[in-house]
């Protein structure tokens, strides 16, 4: 905590390493909310005494009569302006404190006085039925007018069709909110902002600051996606992300748009555009100022929100200015447009990045982009049926921007070697194969280097076309395979029967790549494929030297695919430390934290000067976790899991001897950790048949990790249940053996504390895939522009670095709590070398022991667990 707050105060960016069990959350709470209180008490009693000055001591400061300042200007100059400066500034700090004592008072008095609230349902039922009466007035009024179709369009097609696009100039976007208020404008306080990976690890915090001492009188407010905030059911219901943002940014597009339209013969006729009745700016702010009384997690502000009839997801964020503490996922400020739609303002701010030990990793994702084959012919020919359909009714600059678009996605499918205007699926790739180009490269080889990426970039995102195109298709239940042939096949009607022995095909091909269970989310994941392309046509407005696209030729044109890589995640996190006052990036397991240092802060312009880093040791006593890096095996095999060594027969047999001695002495749950899910499996076949596995089922019932994230849950109950069953009943099955995947579902947020996770053991060392072709795009990214550390070519550094962050969080499942305890076995001779030894946390590196021999080490574990069951 004290360091926390000394970096927080000398505005620093601090690396921060505190295990799990050691109370990080708790310590962050209390250490930030601290310092922010001290803040804001110096900030009051500097104001006060401006003030007092301006009150009546002015003519202190202003320039002695007859004197000349050092710029040569008089002295009455010299003393007017700076009168008038003194003055402006009162009169801000005047202003503020006006504001600021608004803003309490009406707090304090919502946070007493029951009766408002009461006041405000009575309001909201009122207008409800309002509301409702008049529905069925319109309702009885449209019975009889009898309106006829235009243009033989449907009535329901008009909010299909895409508005007039005004202009490409970057003007301010107004926010459509019709109503003038002060709040609107309200100033920025000084605030933390806490950032997390998961929906789960937020609530977790939120709880936290609920019990912490600060729990009572911070002003939290929680944000989220739309996904977990809305409470629009019939928004809810479409369920993928995408979907959910572009229904709603339309329903709000539709509350402020004129409700009528010209015909073709200038009359004037209604038009039906459905609004969200939670957006109410009234109910939002009665919502904001709930949210600022009492510190509320997501679940408790969905339920606010319903109960209020007032949008959670917008509600929030007009909670932003005023609050003290934004808890807030890692997207939604590391991704800047996400960041600028929320209204954050980092400027002189406070960021805390929590469970950042893939924050490098999560950065490249954010702003990294994939499209199949299949994807850019789908979205082509539901475009061209778009642009047929409803060609009469586009402006020109619509009919300009569409025409663009599908000329990108032809040049992108001819990129893969295919044809849009062919079936994606029965489309041979000639030159198979994965190739790397420059953004620069890539955009002359398609020949789209003469269209302006960003306009139209900017015009997927203003004119909504994407939301439009899927209620296109949804209209009219095309499939999502579709494809044109040829000119006749246009009109809808005749394209159907062909779509249809389209997606016959392709879903015989999709049942042999992708099982059932996921048949669901991959028709949500493609219902609208121009969604998908607007994130790649994003990421091409990227500098040419910090990303590369990557062509994936494969077998068919629609199972090829490009993808964006980017090189440098610094350039997107950059804006980040240059604009906040402090960023604080902590986690339980940092090390090694020169990639943090090296790839994200130095590239991003910091200062090494004003870069700390703080590790603190674990809270449990020594002698309750023993390491150990173990050289060889029982029959004196030295273990080295290379790519060219560990198929070997003897490794395997090595491997399982090992197992076996020490379940013979370890009780309950033993985790072990393979490189990958192959390995695991060729392993776990080779002691099938040389009858180990048997041997070590004797002794622990063995559970394999599954690939499938859905089974993950049953297959830890399992491990739990066999585990709680054996400490119970006794005999000679002591346990279980979990044998799981360095970097699969078990290795990153899962507790094995307790008789869970006796024992971990990391079979080898899990190198990346050095043969990936985006790995060694990056590798060559590094030594070009990374200096050498320490006689190290960067990209070797990389290597190890991803190989003992891997190690790191798998062997971290262990030791959850004070009095929890564990053995830690690295079965390869290498974790002794210092460069990874050194790479190792530094409360496990300082009690790891060296065992060039199998013997000394067992003797050492079983006299451990032998001593801890005793002490039990």
Not at 38 to 53: I, N, P
Not at 614 to 619: D, I, N, T
Not at 755 to 763: E, H, P, Q, W, Y
């Amino acid at each position: 905590m004290e360091a926390l707050y000394g970096a927080l105060e000398a505005g620093r960016v601090g690396i921060f390493e505190s295990p799990t069990g050691t109370g990080k959350s708790l310590s962050l709470i209390c250490g930030a909310l601290s310092w922010l209180r001290d803040w804001e008490e110096k900030r009051r009693q500097e104001e006060e005494q401006l003030l007092a000055l301006g009150a009546g001591g002015q003519d202190a400061l202003s320039p002695q009569p007859g004197s000349v300042d050092t710029a040569g200007q008089p002295d009455w100059v010299t003393a007017f302006v700076q009168k008038k400066e003194e003055r402006d500034m009162v009169d801000r700090l005047k202003e503020e404190q006006i504001r600021r004592k608004k803003r309490e008072d009406r707090l304090e008095k919502i946070r007493h006085n029951v009766q408002l609230k009461y006041a405000a349902k009575r309001k909201r039922c009122e207008e409800d039925e309002a509301k409702r009466l008049l529905q069925l007035s319109k309702e009885a009024l449209s019975q009889g007018a009898g309106e006829g179709a235009l243009d033989q369009l449907d009535h329901n097609e008009e909010e299909l069709i895409l508005a007039e696009y005004e202009s490409d100039d970057e003007k301010k976007v107004v926010s459509g909110l019709e109503e003038e208020d002060d709040d609107l404008e309200e100033e920025h306080v000084t605030k933390i902002y806490y950032c997390s990976r998961t929906h789960s690890q937020l609530s977790q915090f939120v709880h936290e600051v609920q019990k912490s001492p600060f729990g009572k009188d911070t002003r939290l407010v929680s944000l989220g996606s739309r996904q977990n905030l809305c409470v629009n059911e019939e928004v809810r219901r479409l369920g993928a992300l995408q979907l959910i943002n572009d229904r709603c940014m339309e329903m709000q597009k539709n509350k402020h748009e004129k409700k009528s339209s010209e015909d073709s013969e200038g009359k004037k006729r209604r038009v039906s555009r459905t609004v969200c009745p939670f957006y109410s700016f009234e109910q939002m702010q009665f919502l904001r100022d709930e949210v600022l009384v009492e510190v509320k997690d997501i679940e408790q502000l969905v339920s606010l929100g319903r109960e209020t009839k007032a949008c959670p997801y917008y509600g929030s964020r007009f909670a932003i200015p005023a609050a003290q503490l934004v808890v807030l996922p890692y997207q939604m400020l590391l991704h800047e447009p996400t960041r600028n739609a929320a209204g954050i303002k980092l400027k002189d701010q406070v960021v805390i990045i929590d469970e950042a030990h893939n924050l490098i990793d999560t950065i490249t994702c954010i702003h990294s982009a994939e499209v199949s084959g299949s994807q850019l012919c789908c979205a082509h020919s539901q475009l061209s049926q778009y642009m047929e359909r409803y060609r009469k009714r586009l402006k020109a600059k619509n009919l300009m921007y569409i025409k663009q678009i599908l000329y990108l996605l032809e040049q992108f499918v001819a990129m893969l070697g295919g044809n849009v205007n062919q079936n994606p699926g029965c489309q041979a790739v000639s030159q198979t194969g994965t190739v790397l180009k420059s953004i620069n490269d890539f955009l002359f080889q398609s020949q789209i280097d003469n269209i302006n990426l960003f306009k139209v970039q900017r015009y997927c995102e203003k004119s909504l076309i994407s939301r439009k195109l899927f209620g296109f298709m949804e209209r009219y239940g095309a499939p999502a395979s579709a494809v044109k042939t040829n000119k006749e096949n246009q009109k809808l009607a005749g394209l159907q029967d062909f779509l249809l022995t389209l997606q016959q095909g392709s879903e015989k091909e999709a049942n042999l790549q992708s099982p059932p269970v996921e048949a669901e989310h991959e028709q949500l994941r493609t219902a609208s494929p121009l969604m998908q392309i607007e994130g790649f046509l994003s990421a091409l407005t990227n500098a040419n030297q910090d990303g590369r696209v990557i062509l994936n030729r494969q077998g068919t044109v629609g199972q090829s695919s490009l993808k964006f890589l980017l090189l440098n995640p610094a350039v997107h996190f950059a804006k980040v430390v240059e604009e906040c006052r402090a960023v604080i990036i902590a986690g339980g397991t940092m090390q090694p934290v020169a990639d943090f240092r090296e790839q994200l802060l130095c590239c991003a312009g910091v200062d090494p000067a004003r870069i700390v880093e703080f590790s603190c040791g674990h809270v449990i006593p020594p002698e309750n976790i023993l390491p150990i890096i173990l050289c060889s095996g029982p029959s004196n095999q030295q273990l080295e899991f290379t790519y060219q060594t560990r198929d070997l027969p003897q490794m395997m047999d090595e491997t399982g001897r090992i197992l076996c001695n020490l379940c013979n002495v370890i009780p309950g749950g033993v985790v072990c950790f393979f490189p990958s899910y192959e390995y695991e499996k060729q392993v776990y076949g080779h002691w099938e048949k040389t009858g180990l596995l048997s041997r070590l089922a004797a002794k622990k019932k063995i559970f394999q990790e599954p690939k499938k994230a859905n089974q993950v849950e049953q297959v830890l109950v399992e491990y739990a249940k066999c585990i709680k069953r054996c400490s119970q009943t006794g005999g000679q099955m002591t346990g279980a053996l979990l044998l799981s995947v360095v970097g699969g579902k078990m290795s990153e947020g899962i507790n094995f504390s307790d008789d869970l996770g006796r024992c971990v053991i990391m079979v080898g060392m899990p190198y990346p895939n050095i043969r990936s072709p985006e790995l060694q795009e990056k590798m060559t990214w590094l030594d070009k522009t990374t200096p050498r550390a320490g006689g190290q070519a960067p990209s070797r550094v990389l290597i190890e670095n991803l190989c003992m962050k891997a190690v790191n969080q798998s062997i971290g499942r262990a030791i959850r709590h004070q009095k929890d305890f564990a053995s830690i076995l690295l079965l390869d001779h290498r974790y002794a070398r210092p460069a990874i030894f050194n790479k190792l946390p530094q409360w496990i590196r300082e009690r790891t022991q060296v065992k060039p021999a199998f013997g000394s080490a067992f003797a050492e574990i079983r006299k451990f667990h032998r001593g801890k069951l005793d002490a039990l």
